[in-house]
């Protein structure tokens, strides 16, 4: 809510709530003033791999987590703060003026929110073609902005700006896209059907300052926004519009008064939604603008959502309904041919290992546990890989649990890494021992001394009336072992290995066309060696 105009912000998930600061709003043509809720000049206005497997150290490039919004949960919008057009004025003249921030930086921390948060719903791979329709004040500027980092993001950006502020803050991110070679387009250069050419349309046109009617050329640009709807129950084609902060023609407060408005599918906030944004209907509704300083969220009671990690944007609002067999990767991956692979399994492993680890993929380790008991019933969970070499695949656990009850009666199993970023998953079965006391004794001891006396409070698997009894137990050990003392490994406790009989390796393609190479071993002159086979995906 940082310009003057109106600006749009989008919020990705979010996993609590807690006060957060919002952003400035600005105007081009009263950039001499601390706030950016000025009047549009348009408007008639009107008021490695090793023991043990170390952790990755790289962040993931492949990673889908952008892409994807599995691993984020949406804020209930009746726990969020709303702003009036007053506030969010207010908020800007806070930020532009005793809290020093300018307005090139509030529209360049916009913009990149804006972009993140499109990267975030919708993936380059299936909505590549972005039209950015950009106003004359802030909200145009966040437009820009967006549509350059968009381009580094992967996407192919077209930018319509038909009222060019004559600022140098504008000319300069002008000059920005036209060095990448993002193509500018005339109103006249745009087809009346805006579903044909593109797969995403920017809605950066107007922000919460806005009054009046709009005026030409951007009446008929919304108008052919709207008209999108139309065209696609006709065609059956669906490019989403995104709009910036605020759709642009709504009124900040009331929303869309007439119902005849612009209908995103995506809203991102910035600094804070406005109340219009409680008439928002769409699927996605993301927030951004992540420099809200604790003084402002206090003085304005600020009720915001946490931005998870690094994000500049976080998702708000309830989470769409979703047609779970609607729900499809189209993977695009490079070819995994039988001349490229290891003749040895476990070589092939390690490279595919190292490649998890390099792309910064969570817990690369992590991998499906699969045990069957005398009676035949199968059980999964996720475990740890701590170790592997040619004898096989090592982790750790509790051999009272169930996995060991069951791997007691029946010494076979299946492990499953899956590396979502890489479109990769490999399946490894084989036969189960436990490791010697010693391998045992000398990993429990690697292990932070909190993991080793929870490995004592623990009696995994079995029914335990609270965990007050857990952390009791754990605070009563911690202060016997405060001393520093050696902490004796539980009898119960060790690890087992799998010794490989046979492995899968998996790598998704399109259109179902997914890539398996099986290693079985087979003897061959009284040695053994592994055959490699195609199976049909």
Request: aromatic share 10%; charged share 25%.
């Amino acid at each position: 809510m940082w310009r003057s105009l109106v600006r749009k912000t989008r919020t990705m998930t979010c996993l609590f709530l807690t006060p957060q600061p919002l952003p400035p709003i600005f105007n081009p043509s009263n950039v001499h003033k601390p706030s950016r809720s000025l009047h549009n000049p348009l408007a008639t206005l009107s008021p490695g791999f090793c023991f043990p497997i170390p952790s990755p150290a790289i962040r993931a490039f492949c990673s889908k987590g952008s892409g994807g919004m599995g691993d984020k949960v949406a804020q209930n919008p009746d726990s969020i703060s709303y702003l009036t057009q007053r506030e969010a004025a207010e908020i800007d003249e806070t930020l532009m003026g005793p809290l020093g921030f300018s307005v090139d930086q509030l529209m360049e921390l916009a913009g990149l929110s804006v972009a993140t948060s499109i990267a975030e719903a919708y993936k380059a791979s299936e909505y590549n073609r972005v039209l950015a329709i950009c106003g004359p004040g802030n909200n145009g500027g966040d437009g820009l902005v967006a549509a350059r980092h968009l381009h580094h993001f992967g996407y192919k950006p077209f930018v319509c700006y038909p009222k060019r502020t004559p600022k140098p803050l504008y000319s300069g991110l002008v000059t920005q896209l036209e060095s990448l070679s993002v193509p500018f387009l005339s109103v006249e250069d745009l087809p009346l059907d805006l579903s044909k050419d593109f797969d995403i349309l920017v809605d950066a046109m107007f922000g919460f300052s806005f009054h009046g009617t709009p005026r030409p050329p951007f009446d008929d640009l919304i108008q052919r926004l709207v008209s999108l709807r139309d065209y696609d129950q006709v065609r059956q084609k669906f490019p989403v519009i995104v709009s910036i902060d605020i759709p642009s023609g709504w009124h900040v407060e009331e929303g869309d008064i007439d119902g005849e408005g612009i209908k995103p599918d995506m809203l991102v906030s910035l600094t804070a939604p406005k109340l219009c944004a409680k008439k928002f209907c769409g699927p996605l509704h993301f927030l951004g603008g992540r420099f809200v300083p604790p003084s402002v969220a206090e003085k304005y009671k600020l009720r915001l959502p946490p931005y998870p990690g690094t994000s500049m944007c976080v998702r708000i609002g309830k989470p769409p309904k979703i047609d779970i067999s609607a729900l499809r990767e189209n993977y695009i991956s490079p070819e995994f041919l039988e001349e490229q692979v290891e003749a040895d399994p476990i070589d092939q492993f390690r490279k595919w290992f190292d490649d998890a680890v390099a792309a910064g993929l969570r817990e690369p380790n992590a991998m499906a546990l699969s045990t069957a008991g005398k009676d035949g019933k199968p059980s999964s969970r996720m475990v740890l890989l701590k170790g592997v070499d040619r004898d096989g695949f090592v982790w750790y656990t509790n051999y009272e649990s169930r996995k060991g009850h069951e791997l007691s009666d029946n010494p076979h199993a299946s492990l499953l890494f899956y590396w979502d970023g890489l479109n990769r998953q490999v399946r490894i079965e084989g036969s189960v021992e436990k490791v010697s006391d010693e391998e045992s004794e000398q990993y429990f001891h690697s292990r932070p001394r909190g993991s080793q006396i929870g490995a004592i409070v623990s009696k995994q698997s079995t029914v335990v009336p609270g965990r007050h009894v857990l952390h009791q137990q754990y605070k009563e050990l911690e202060e016997k072992f405060s001393d520093g003392s050696w902490i004796p490994k539980p009898k119960h406790w060790g690890g087992y290995r799998l010794t490989p009989e046979l492995f899968e390796f998996w790598q998704g393609q399109k259109s179902r066309l997914h890539d398996r190479l099986q290693y079985s071993p087979r003897e061959i002159n009284g040695g053994r060696v592994w055959e490699i086979e195609r199976l049909a995906p």
